[in-house]
């Protein structure tokens, strides 16, 4: 998780995150670079042409809420599409089975969303996969008007098992 540290603002050193994906490194020192002091950066201020290394691992994530709090894929970078069964575009992570309240998935997004504070976490891969052991994303609020999240955008990558070699 993001430490927080009302005296930056939203912004937290990517050092102290400790990525072990350079994708997530340079979506978070994007979206830092997008920040005006303590007003989050908006949806029109993002550019994919200013993030093609890690555009295919990004996703966008509305932030609904009435009737409750729910999140919705807006749009999900070509990275997550040979790792996922179908395609989630337009569908709200309250109907999905193991993303709703209480996954960790849910609990970040939630904490995001109310905080207005990036954050990072890991979990363990599930999937047909057997190289990937862990995912790691970064999760940044998006506001429109600067101040109330109504978009969550997020980095994600598939990470490989560590090789260890014998001496």
Not at 68 to 85: A, C, M, N, P, V
Not at 91 to 110: M, N
Not at 141 to 165: N, Q, S
Request: charged share 25%; hydrophobic share 35%.
């Amino acid at each position: 998780m993001v430490p927080e540290d009302p005296g930056k603002g939203h912004m937290t050193n990517v050092r102290a995150l400790n990525f072990r994906s350079d994708m997530n490194a340079a979506a978070y020192e994007y979206w830092c670079g997008l920040t005006d002091g303590d007003r989050l950066p908006g949806r029109r201020h993002i550019d994919p042409s200013d993030m093609l290394p890690f555009l295919p691992y990004v996703m966008l994530m509305d932030v609904i809420r009435e009737p409750e709090l729910d999140f919705r894929y807006r749009l999900i970078g070509t990275k997550h599409q040979s790792f996922w069964l179908k395609n989630l575009t337009g569908v709200c992570i309250r109907a999905t089975k193991q993303q709703g309240p209480g996954s960790t998935i849910w609990k970040g997004l939630e904490r995001t969303a109310t905080t207005a504070m990036p954050m990072s976490t890991r979990a363990p891969y599930v999937g047909t996969k057997k190289e990937i052991y862990e995912i790691e994303d970064i999760l940044m609020p998006l506001a429109e008007d600067g101040r109330t999240v109504d978009m969550i955008f997020v980095c994600c990558d598939y990470l490989t098992k560590p090789v260890y070699i014998k001496r």
